[in-house]
């Protein structure tokens, strides 16, 4: 994770660049070839280069692999969401 640190002389409210990132995705014939983590770790060097200093993402809590990738890169869960589906 790309993390903001403010220096102590920084004034209290400091605009932060953020980036999100969201469907990061592989075809299934491709999958586990680490596509999907190089996808993401150059997204997230190029947002780094361009002065992102925060950046978050998404994931379904079933999908263990883009778990790991994500929790590789150095996310950490903030929060959560739940959603409810109502049959037709």
Sequence with gaps: MIRAARPADAPAVVALRAMWSDYTATVPEHRGR??????????????A???????YTS?????????????ALGYLPVASQWSCLRGG
Excluded: C, Q, Y
Aim: positive net charge.
């Design 59 to 71: 994931n379904d809590a079933a999908n263990a692999p883009m778990l790991a990738i994500n929790e």
């Design 34 to 47: 680490g596509l999907a983590r190089l996808a993401k770790t150059v997204a997230l060097h190029r947002a």
């Design 49 to 55: 280069a361009g002065g992102v200093r925060v950046a």
